[in-house]
């Protein structure tokens, strides 16, 4: 905790100052806030970002707006994750920057965060850095880009939990809402009940948002083909594995790996 504490004292030192942290710094910590808001980038793999209320998965290529005082844990499991965070003095500067939001990262912003990459501390107003940055964070809303959309929400109900992880453990077999019914004692009925009450989602939606998020992670760290991984993920035809990544990640599978290079 005393960490997290030093932490958001270096985030929030100069109120007005545009901070630029290239080092992994919240790598494994608690939940914890600060009064700037916070454009982290992720190139070359996946980072998890955890809230009370949903599990967040950004993909390599992707950015994710965090609002100021908004209480996050962040997570990298790969060390040749490449992250850049950038904390903006607190603002009123419209609806998109009151919300949590996972992005692409476009061209345009990519040559942008190229020009500055060796950018590094805080910068205030007056410097061309600073208009630089500022500019950088209008542009975010005014991109018009596609949510990524991968999220999954989080429990207390200890059979729902009970029952994700027994998805979790099993993801490569023919699961079913039938299946898992029977196996936990519920009804169809009930346990289709329980997913809408506790998540938000059917069965179906969060045993898929599952299965993506397992594939992504192997697309990332194994030479496993296409194919090879659509079976361990519990998908026997090809077509129907991709186009499901495909309507939840707006990429293919070849794709998604190709950006990963």
Same mark, same amino acid.
């Given at each position: ?34 009064a700037k ?79 500055? $990459? ?47 992880d027994d ?9 079913s809402l ?38 992504? $992670? ?44």
């Amino acid at each position: 905790m005393e960490y997290v504490n030093e932490l958001s004292k270096t985030i929030d030192q100069y109120p007005e100052s545009i901070l630029v942290m290239r080092q992994q710094m919240e790598q494994k910590l608690p939940a914890h806030q600060h009064a700037k808001g916070q454009l982290l980038l992720v190139f070359g793999g996946i980072a998890y970002l955890q809230t009370l209320e949903r599990d967040y998965y950004i993909p390599s290529n992707h950015y994710i707006w965090i609002p100021a005082d908004y209480a996050h844990n962040l997570m990298y499991n790969a060390q040749d994750l490449h992250i850049i965070n950038i904390y903006f003095p607190a603002a009123d500067d419209g609806a998109f920057y009151k919300e949590l939001g996972i992005y692409p990262v476009s061209r345009l912003l990519f040559e942008l965060l190229a020009f500055s $990459e060796t950018w590094q501390g805080n910068y205030f107003a007056g410097c061309w850095e600073y208009e630089l940055m500022s500019t950088m964070k209008k542009l975010l809303a005014h991109e018009n880009l596609q949510k990524f959309s991968i999220q999954l929400p989080i429990t207390d109900d200890s059979r729902i939990r009970a029952i994700t992880d027994d998805m979790r453990h099993r993801i490569g077999e023919p699961l079913s809402l039938e299946e898992s019914a029977q196996k936990f004692g519920l009804s169809v009925r009930s346990l289709t009940r329980l997913f809408q009450q506790c998540l938000h989602l059917s069965f179906v939606q969060y045993l898929k948002m599952l299965r993506v998020i397992r594939a992504m $992670e192997l697309l990332k760290d194994t030479s496993l083909s296409i194919s090879e991984i659509a079976y361990q993920v519990g998908y026997s035809n090809i077509s129907a594995f991709s186009n499901t990544f495909f309507q939840l990640t707006n990429i293919r599978p070849s794709d998604f790996r190709s950006k990963l290079k």
